[in-house]
């Protein structure tokens, strides 16, 4: 295969899961930007998470929410679980990797949060057991994943599953979702005249 058809083929598929996945789960991102919208809103918080290309995900999801996305506002609080080499080192030294993410949700979630698991395999142990930690807690559960992603799915409240098993398009799936709920959270929280801001 030529250079030229590589390149084509990539973003065709590129373009061809995206709309796929966005055509079948309007409804659904809708829906889970109005729930994140309301518990910013009513003063709790976000915990993201997830390993390799997904923990660079969280942490760009987390940022786009902490400074602001695509208008001057004040900043909403969100957390990735992945940024700390000290916790997570520590963690992993003490007790196990798999705990890295749960521990930190024991000590930093509370009942009303969200946490959301990045894997886009859906089988990644650490993630997992974070979302069971979450939902034991009271915290609100969401889930981006892929097709494959059958373990995480049934853990959680609300799933997002990328239609392939290529792992560069499923995450290039996820931050486009992230962005996309990062927009509607901001037109919620910061421009619709119904809502009532409590965010300073």
């Known amino acids: 295969m030529q250079i030229e058809d590589k390149i084509r083929k ?4 590129s373009i061809r899961v995206k709309e796929q996945f966005f ?16 518990t910013l809103n ?3 918080k976000i915990l993201i998470f997830g390993n390799g290309g997904s923990a660079t995900d969280a942490s760009h999801i987390a940022a786009e929410f902490v400074n602001r996305f695509k208008r001057e506002r004040p900043g909403l609080p969100a957390i990735a679980l992945n940024t700390d080499m000290a ?11 798999s705990e890295v993410f749960s521990k930190q949700i024991k000590a930093l979630g509370t009942s ?8 886009t395999s859906g089988s990644s142990r650490n993630v997992i057991k974070a979302v069971e930690v979450a939902k034991k807690r ?7 994943t892929s097709i494959r992603g059958e373990k995480l799915i049934s853990k959680v ?17 996820h931050i486009t979702l992230g962005h996309i709920l ?10 619709l005249p119904a809502t009532k801001k409590k965010v300073k």
Not at 90 to 96: E, K, S, V
Not at 183 to 191: R, S, T
């Open 112 to 119: 009303g949060d969200i946490a959301i698991g990045i894997s």
């Open 182 to 191: 990062c927009e509607l959270v901001e037109d919620i929280l910061f421009e």
């Open 23 to 38: 055509r079948e789960n309007i409804k659904l991102i809708k829906e889970v930007a109005e729930i994140i919208a309301k």
């Open 42 to 44: 009513e003063g709790s």
């Open 10 to 13: 990539a973003y065709e598929d």
């Open 138 to 144: 009271g915290l609100k559960t969401i889930a981006f």
């Open 87 to 97: 916790v997570i080192t520590a963690i992993a030294n003490d007790y196990d990797y």
């Open 157 to 173: 409240d609300y799933a997002f599953a990328v239609p392939s098993e290529d792992t560069p398009r499923i995450q290039e799936t």
